[in-house]
């Protein structure tokens, strides 16, 4: 094949990608992923190995593939932060997909590949923070507002994002001996934190009990539970937040998203939450789905509305 069909072939296709993802006509082409770039210059924190992962195989070298629209007009990056229940990651789904959809829009995105089972706290979380904490570090080279870095995190990945968005700029417990650099030392705090059928809660009688165990392990100390129930640690300060959750998720308690709701209320933090009564739990971006697929176009506009997507 030519190098003009070629080109012919990846513009064509990249169409097709918009379309399928519903990009308004004129808006900026989804992009196939610029690099995978590592969180640490070399081996992570309480790394047990040097293996990089699959979509069912963990890594043991955390690290953004990072996806680039041809233009970004509002300057707005997203960690998006893909699904597992902490044992595996949806990457494809829940990464990939949503970082073209973000891209097609003019938003840049960066789809974290992140320790799971079995490695266990703190590891997940540190990579999450330290993420966040890269693409600051990289916001101009990147085209990005150092202050428009969001997350997006779907199931457990919610959680994580949660985490995120409610413990900025802590140092975890039993951390504080591991080593650090000059990017630890600046905010890991998202702009702002979409969190669709999110896990919230580590309190056994409404988690997802795979996600808590994989994470704090089966007997879990009662002081970590609540620590890493994000319902319990909404502060004053956490960013905008944007729910999105059905009914009748049998994987994922939706009781979750309402006391996240409750709580980001009781703090006057602004957040909007969007409920549907039927949809199955991992459904990404729900393409296809009647009703509930509604569910990225009032994410989109509730972006625009704050400024961080621009106006098709």
């Not at 905010?187 to 409404?206: H, N, R």
């Not at 009914?247 to 979750?256: F, G, H, L, R, S």
């Amino acid at each position: 094949m030519s190098r003009p069909s070629l080109a012919r072939f990846a513009l064509l296709a990249a169409l097709a990608t918009a379309t399928m993802l519903g990009a308004a006509p004129g808006a900026a082409l989804a992009q196939a992923p610029a690099r995978n770039l590592p969180l640490w210059d070399g081996p992570a924190p309480l790394a047990k190995g040097t293996a990089f992962g699959t979509e069912t195989l963990t890594t043991d070298i955390p690290s953004i593939d990072v996806f680039l629209p041809a233009e970004n007009p509002t300057e707005t990056g997203v960690l998006v932060i893909p699904g597992g229940g902490y044992t595996h990651e949806a990457i494809n789904k829940e990464g990939t997909l949503i970082a073209q959809w973000l891209n097609a829009r003019g938003v840049a995105a960066f789809v974290l590949h992140y320790r799971v089972a079995p490695y266990t706290y703190p590891a997940p979380l540190l990579d999450g923070m330290r993420a966040m904490r890269v693409i600051r570090s990289r916001a101009t080279e990147f085209g990005l507002g150092e202050d428009r870095i969001g997350v997006w995190g779907f199931s457990a990945g919610g959680h994580l994002a949660s985490v995120l968005a409610t413990h900025f700029d802590e140092t975890l417990p039993d951390t504080s001996s591991l080593p650090t650099d000059a990017i630890d030392k600046l905010s890991d705090k998202p702009a702002f934190a979409a969190l669709a059928y999110p896990v919230i809660s580590m309190d056994p009688a409404i988690t997802h009990m795979g996600s808590h165990d994989s994470l704090l392990g089966k007997e879990a100390d009662p002081k970590m539970q609540a620590l890493f129930s994000s319902e319990l640690q909404v502060k004053d300060t956490t960013p905008p937040v944007f729910l999105f959750a059905t009914t009748d998720d049998k994987t994922v308690p939706v009781i979750n998203s309402v006391r996240f709701y409750e709580a980001c209320a009781a703090h006057h933090v602004e957040v909007e939450m969007h409920l549907f009564e039927h949809g199955p739990h991992g459904m990404g971006l729900a393409v296809g789905k009647p009703g509930v697929e509604a569910w990225t176009e009032e994410l989109a506009t509730w972006m625009r509305i704050h400024g961080w997507m621009a106006k098709p």
